[in-house]
């Protein structure tokens, strides 16, 4: 079955660079959501959308922005990186947002290396 | 509020043995449960889920996890450890937060297996 892709799969910039992270949800699924998780961390919810539409947002930073496209495929783009915007960037898709228990698929994630 | 509590921040069993990860859950009505399994490197696998159907829920790679309403607990159990169950295992559960559902994450139980 087909699952979430995730591009690049890893990124190593430097600080002050942007960077831009790729999803691509499962077929027909119409969420998509952003997370981040540091080392030794759980995963903290950034942002998601919903039918191309900010649907919520968690603790995402200011200098992080993110959309989803008319295919669903979203972006979260990352300007100015800091040191501590390094870690593994999950996104994950599911269909219909705001229902409790509906499952959140993920994808492998994105490790961003900031030097 | 709602959150979820793992226990134990490391399990180690023998090959072979029973596995055990505690998660206790604090919510004001039957909330919506999930394991997932993060491998070293790797993305996160839905292991299973619980939304008031049967307490007991069978997931994939032989765990299962029971809902004890009375004892706020959902843990994961396997009969038998084998080696590539290695990994992190997060309990998380859907809660109603700033009027949406958002996924809420144990801080993480590492499974090492010995041979």
């Given at each position: 079955a087909a699952g979430v892709i995730q591009s690049p799969r890893h990124l190593i910039k430097e600080k002050r660079e942007t960077a831009t992270l790729k999803c691509y949800p499962i077929p027909r699924h119409d969420t998509v959501?952003?997370?981040?998780?540091?080392?030794?961390?759980?995963?903290?919810?950034?942002?998601?959308?919903?039918?191309?539409?900010?649907?919520?947002?968690?603790?995402?930073?200011?200098?992080?922005?993110?959309?989803?496209?008319?295919?669903?495929?979203?972006?979260?783009?990352?300007?100015?990186?800091?040191?501590?915007?390094?870690?593994?960037?999950?996104?994950?898709?599911?269909?219909?947002t705001g229902r409790e228990g509906e499952t959140q698929y993920f994808g492998p994630g994105t490790r961003l290396l900031v030097l | 509020a709602q959150s979820v509590t793992q226990l134990d921040s490391h399990v180690s069993v023998s090959e072979g043995t029973p596995v055990l990860l505690r998660c206790n859950y604090s919510s004001s009505y039957s909330p919506s449960l999930f394991w997932y399994v993060q491998h070293p490197n790797k993305g996160l696998q839905l292991l299973l889920k619980y939304t008031s159907a049967a307490t007991l829920v069978k997931g994939i790679n032989g765990f299962e996890a029971e809902f004890k309403k009375s004892e706020t607990s959902f843990h994961l159990t396997k009969p038998s450890a084998h080696m590539s169950d290695a990994a992190e295992y997060f309990c998380v559960v859907s809660a109603w937060m700033d009027s949406s559902y958002k996924l809420i994450f144990g801080s993480g139980t590492r499974l090492l297996v010995r041979p």
């Open positions: 959501y952003w997370y981040q998780q540091g080392p030794g961390q759980d995963p903290q919810f950034l942002i998601s959308f919903y039918e191309k539409m900010q649907s919520d947002k968690g603790s995402i930073p200011d200098r992080f922005s993110a959309q989803q496209f008319s295919d669903y495929h979203s972006e979260l783009n990352m300007s100015s990186l800091e040191l501590g915007d390094s870690a593994l960037y999950f996104c994950a898709s599911s269909t219909n | -």
